[in-house]
């Protein structure tokens, strides 16, 4: 009987479809973040430190526009709480016997595309959790990331400049990549707590701003589910 693959290829295997879409996402970042006035080393610090597609983005778009440290940082903060859910939420279904002995390495890569990945490969029973899983998924999109901010930054802030529908494109490029990823493990019984907690983003957006809809959004289905449970 032929050998499995080691669990940490499958992981990087099941990052190449995210890998794919993060490389001229974060080419996008680093070409803004020149632009802005970022040289490519502080743009790699971003991507290699924050890592995260919208705050870096929104970032940038502080810096550029002077808004205060404390500003610019809670910001920031407010927009990463949402990764605080990722790590239990995978543990709870991989069950109590997981390993967490290397958590603090592999969690660093929990964005929003690794985590639906990885809820992906595990409810379609192509892979069970485990930590060189974990690494294997995190490390691809990871480098995918980090090398596309790096090649962005050296081709400067005037690469997309000819191609507005491009630069334009790749700005939906990340929401696309984590909605196409969440809907191929949704069923039925998660449209009403999906429904809960887009009516309150979106109206709590409108009536404030877009950090606070998010963060409303994400209590609110937070919630939802928690009440559908307790039926």
């Known amino acids: 009987m032929p050998q499995s693959r080691p669990p940490f290829l499958d992981g990087i295997?099941?990052?190449?479809?995210?890998?794919?879409?993060?490389?001229?996402?974060?080419?996008?970042?680093?070409?803004?973040a020149t632009h802005a006035g970022l040289s490519a080393g502080e743009a790699m610090v971003f991507s290699v430190i924050i890592y995260s597609g919208a705050a870096q983005f929104l970032a940038v778009?502080?810096?550029?526009?002077?808004?205060p440290l404390l500003v610019a940082a809670f910001?920031?903060?407010?927009m990463g709480l949402r990764h605080l859910i990722y790590g239990p939420a995978l543990l709870k279904l991989a069950g109590q016997g997981a390993s967490t002995r290397r958590a603090w390495v592999w969690a660093f890569g929990l964005t929003?595309?690794?985590?639906?990945?990885?809820?992906?490969?595990?409810?379609?029973?192509?892979?069970?959790?485990?930590?060189?899983f974990?690494?294997?998924?995190?490390?691809?999109?990871?480098?995918a990331w980090v090398s596309g901010t790096l090649a962005g930054a050296l081709a400067g802030g005037g690469a997309l400049a000819g191609y507005p529908a491009v630069e334009a494109g790749l700005g939906f490029m990340l929401t696309a990549l984590f909605l196409a990823l969440l809907l191929s493990i949704l069923t039925?019984?998660?449209?009403?707590?999906?429904?809960?907690?887009?009516?309150v983003t979106v109206a709590v957006t409108l009536a404030g701003s877009a950090t606070?809809?998010?963060l409303a959004g994400m209590i609110a289905g937070a919630l939802s589910g928690l009440a559908r449970r307790a039926r």
Do not use: K, W
Not at 13 to 32: D, E, N, R
Not at 118 to 130: D, N, P, V
Not at 134 to 143: F, P, S, T
């Open 13 to 32: 295997l099941a990052a190449l479809p995210i890998a794919l879409g993060y490389f001229p996402i974060a080419f996008s970042f680093g070409v803004g």
């Open 61 to 67: 778009a502080l810096v550029a526009g002077g808004a």
């Open 75 to 78: 910001t920031l903060i407010a």
């Open 112 to 132: 929003d595309e690794v985590f639906g990945a990885a809820l992906g490969e595990m409810a379609r029973g192509r892979a069970r959790f485990s930590e060189p």
């Open 134 to 143: 974990m690494l294997g998924l995190g490390l691809g999109a990871y480098a």
């Open 188 to 199: 039925r019984a998660h449209l009403p707590v999906i429904a809960v907690a887009g009516a």
């Open 212 to 214: 606070t809809g998010i």
